[in-house]
């Protein structure tokens, strides 16, 4: 009786996602109204039964607004869930955020949620397995290049440090200008006084020395 009622549900939260409503759920959390998180709730307790199948076709989608929701929307059901983050990586997102930073890498918005995607599932070793067959280094430095505050900066630099981890990784970074690329942004913020920006160059500067000298 339990078993057929999980299916029942498994069922019915795939059929909820086909209607269409997910564009609309997606469109809700961007409010930053209280009615956000009930929404964020709806949609984690619709994934926990096959939603996140339902949402990964749309990363494929050519238009950039559901791309942006779509994104949203897995950001927000994988974070600190390591259930979800699993079955993300199982269907193929990975590839498909990367494919999508490089394709739109002006769209600050949608470079964000995929960024803020990749960030929630770096700590995966799954995700690194996956990341290490991507050119993920050129990835990260062109946009932490153009990054336009220190949010990006933050986020970039701790999906580096996760990522880095990887012996496999490590190696790959060091090997296409990571280092480089943390130096010169160092570079580019020292002389400042700003706390968030003295923060950026700390964090760069742990991660240089633990890409090329092997440190912590």
């Known amino acids: 009786m339990g078993r057929k009622m999980r299916v029942q549900e498994k069922d019915a939260a795939v059929e909820i996602a086909k209607s269409g409503i997910l564009p609309t759920l997606a469109q809700a959390l961007r409010g930053k109204s209280s009615l956000s998180c009930l ?3 709806v949609v984690a307790e619709m994934a926990r039964d096959g939603l996140v199948k339902v949402l990964v076709p749309h990363l494929n ?3 950039q607004e559901m791309l942006l929701n779509t994104g949203r ?5 994988c974070f600190d ?6 079955q993300l990586v199982q269907s193929g997102v990975i590839p498909r955020l990367l494919c999508i930073i490089r394709e739109y890498p002006e769209n600050d918005p949608l470079v964000n949620v995929c960024l803020l995607a990749l960030c ?3 700590d995966m070793d ?5 990341l290490a067959e991507q050119d993920v280094a050129h990835v990260l430095t062109f946009q932490l290049k153009r990054a336009p505050d220190a949010e990006r900066r933050h986020v970039i630099l701790e999906i580096l440090g996760s990522l880095g981890e990887s012996d496999t990784l490590k190696l790959q970074f060091a090997e296409s200008g990571v280092p480089e690329a943390l130096s010169e942004m160092i570079r ?3 002389g400042g006084s700003d706390p968030h920006d003295l923060c950026s160059i700390k964090i760069a500067s742990n991660l240089i020395v ?3 000298l092997g440190g912590e």
């Open 39 to 41: 929404v964020a709730l």
């Open 61 to 63: 989608s050519n238009n």
């Open 73 to 77: 929307a897995i950001g927000r059901i």
């Open 81 to 86: 869930n390591s259930y979800q983050q699993d």
């Open 120 to 122: 929630n599932l770096a």
């Open 126 to 130: 799954s995700a690194r397995e996956a």
């Open 188 to 190: 580019g913020l020292q």
């Open 210 to 212: 633990s890409l090329l």
